[in-house]
């Protein structure tokens, strides 16, 4: 179970495991993690949901490994539960296909395996059920993906896996710093942090969290402040912050204030580069200026809470869109795990902070975008265009 000190589920390694019914993949995640994490049956389509299981594991470090649904499931039912493996994959930093060498056939396995091709997804090819047939099947042969062959049920060869997984990993791949790019060490950085009916009693909301923790890791001097005290912080330095962090909600009330020698941006944008793609957001956040009254907005947001009286992607963003654009702009908002397909009928998509999803998951959502020739943006980069201060502010 996760606690206040373990790694955030965003900022692991993902690593979903794929492949037919009862090929052995619940069976293969008890056997890695060495207890009993998916429940096992000779029944077919005992997995319906997927089952994360965060775990250390060596090299790699803090890992969120995924069991899913079996991939031949085609009844009524089983399309349901396979648009969640789907979903599973556009969060999977690196895949385990796995084969059951007893298959009538491997027609689904080379779909899957275009499917990882076509979503740069480095995947791991596994022939399970050794203790019972150690050959390699000449049509998985014939697949050109050099199967390791493992025994799930006697845990053989998972050191084997491991080893694959890390030399097929991308070199460059680990989980970046949010503020590197703006700030150098023994940097004065202030965040000013509204609590009000918004924020979670008694604690800080997770991007806040995360960005005090990065300035800390990064050297710097991390000064923390509500907006009415932020005049008095400014005025007890000797010199103005390098940088000023804020809640997207305050960005135009610190800028007319802040020192014209500090940088200011805000959480959410921090986030924008830090989980996604800052160039798309920035000519996203562009678009607005295009909006017509008769438009459709989707609002996405990560995570799902019941919404505030001032919540930003529920009533305050909605607000301002309408006070530019005209009141009868159309705006849907979605949370969670849900994000339409069909995104064409959207002139524009704002995208909250994604401190919920890894970057992988945000990057599939804007490559979705993309792909439908629908703008995309985030919270903060929409929030800075609809203040006018878009292009006075740090990237």
């Known amino acids: 179970m996760n606690n206040m000190n373990s790694t955030p589920s965003a900022n692991r390694l993902h690593i979903g495991i794929f492949g037919r019914r009862n090929s052995g993949k619940s069976t293969l ?25 965060p775990m250390e594991i060596k090299p790699f470090g803090a890992c969120m490994l995924i069991d899913t649904a079996g991939f031949d499931d085609v009844n009524d039912i089983g399309d349901l539960r396979m648009s969640k493996t789907e979903d599973v994959l556009s969060k999977t930093d690196v895949a385990i296909l796995l084969f059951s060498p007893d298959s ?12 990882f091709k076509e979503n740069k997804i480095p995947f791991a090819s596994v022939i399970n059920k050794a203790d019972i047939n150690a050959s390699i099947p000449r049509e998985i042969a014939e697949l050109s993906v050099n199967p390791i062959m493992v025994s799930a049920k006697d845990k053989t060869g998972i050191k084997e896996i491991f080893d694959e997984l890390l030399r097929i990993l991308p070199p460059d791949f680990e989980v970046p710093s949010i503020t590197a790019h703006m700030i150098e060490k023994d940097d004065i950085v202030v965040l000013v942090m509204p609590q009000d009916k918004s924020a979670p009693k008694g604690r800080l909301i997770l991007p806040q969290a995360q960005t005090i923790r990065d ?4 050297k710097c001097v991390a000064i923390s402040c509500i907006p009415e005290n932020f ?29 014209k020698e500090s940088l200011i941006t805000s959480f959410s944008i921090l986030f924008a580069h830090y989980k996604g793609d800052i160039g798309e957001f920035y000519e996203g956040a562009k678009k607005i200026d295009d909006l017509k009254e ?79 020739n629908v703008p995309i943006t985030n919270y903060g980069l929409a929030i800075a265009k609809l203040n006018g201060i878009l292009d006075f502010i740090s990237l």
């Not at 300035?215 to 990064?218: E, F, Q, R, V, Y």
């Not at 010199?239 to 610190?254: G, H, N, R, T």
């Open 231 to 259: 005049t008095r912080v400014i005025d007890s330095l000797k010199k103005p912050p390098k940088l000023i962090i804020v809640d997207s909600q305050v960005f135009k009330d610190i800028y007319e204030i802040k020192p």
């Open 215 to 218: 300035l800390l890791d990064n």
């Open 29 to 53: 995640l008890n056997a890695i993690t060495n207890q009993d994490v998916s429940i096992v049956s000779d029944l077919l389509g005992t997995t319906t949901d997927p089952v994360y299981k």
């Open 104 to 115: 009538d056939s491997f027609d689904y396995e080379k779909k899957w395996i275009e499917s």
């Open 294 to 372: 008769e438009d459709s907005v989707l609002i996405a947001e990560a995570c799902t809470h019941a919404p505030e009286a001032e919540d930003i992607g529920r009533v305050k963003l909605p607000a301002l869109l309408r006070k530019k654009v005209g009141e009868g702009l159309k705006v849907t908002v979605v949370s969670g795990p849900v994000f339409p397909k069909d995104l064409k009928k959207y002139t524009l998509i704002i995208h909250c902070g994604g401190c919920m999803f890894n970057r992988k998951y945000v990057l599939s959502r804007i490559n979705s975008a993309k792909a439908q």
